[in-house]
């Protein structure tokens, strides 16, 4: 079949293939799709066509910027307490790597907020600022963590860097019009005589 950019609810209806791409300016982002039993080569050119048509609006949105955009607010920033962070790596880091060594987002929070309330104890007299800088200590150490990890091979829910999460999927034929639910061919043939 022929590719349609924005179809009509009519014609998603009848498609074998319901695609949406997410372009920048230069490369593809995202891409969520729908379809019966398309060729590799139809879905690339799908997404290809998008990426392309796509480029066009992103085009219009820069000229539309250009013209009638406002500036950016620029506005100064506090410098980093770099000597905090290291003396906080420096005394916090098993800690640290407990707190995140759990696939519980929840658990790992409380943890890590448990250790910043230590952080307070310790630095605030000191540092009484630290707090502008509590989001950017956390991301920084956090990622130092987590970029150790992945060179030791680490992975907090027991998985090796060459294994993927288990995957399951669940799937039942239906047809329009029929309510009966329909798992064997013979029984799709009954219930939707199209089928």
């Known amino acids: 079949g022929e590719l349609v950019i924005n179809p009509t609810s009519e014609q998603r209806k009848v498609s074998d293939l319901d695609v949406t791409v997410v ?3 230069k490369k593809v982002v995202m891409i969520e799709a729908g379809a019966n039993e398309v060729p590799n080569d139809k879905m690339f050119e799908a997404i290809q066509k998008a990426h392309e048509e796509n480029q066009k609006q992103i085009e219009l949105i820069n000229k539309m910027v250009a013209e009638i955009g406002k500036p950016k607010f620029d506005y100064p920033h506090a ?3 770099q000597e905090l962070f290291d003396d906080i790596v420096a005394n916090f880091m098993d800690e640290a790597k407990a707190a995140m060594d759990t696939d519980d987002k929840n658990v ?3 943890r890590w907020n448990a250790m910043i309330e230590k952080w307070h104890e310790k630095y605030l007299e000191a540092h009484p600022d630290m707090d502008q800088y509590l989001e950017e200590i956390t ?9 150790a990890w992945l060179l030791e091979g680490h992975r907090v829910d027991g998985r090796q860097k060459n294994e993927i999460r288990p995957l399951a999927a669940e799937g039942r034929v239906s ?3 029929s309510t009966a ?3 064997s061919p013979a029984a799709r043939r009954r219930s939707c005589p199209s089928a």
């Not at 991301?139 to 130092?144: G, H, I, L, T």
């Open 108 to 110: 790992r929070e409380q």
């Open 139 to 147: 991301y920084k150490f956090q990622k130092k963590i987590v970029k």
């Open 181 to 183: 639910r329909a798992c």
């Open 23 to 25: 372009s920048t300016g």
């Open 79 to 81: 410098a980093f307490d």
């Open 175 to 177: 047809c329009p019009g």
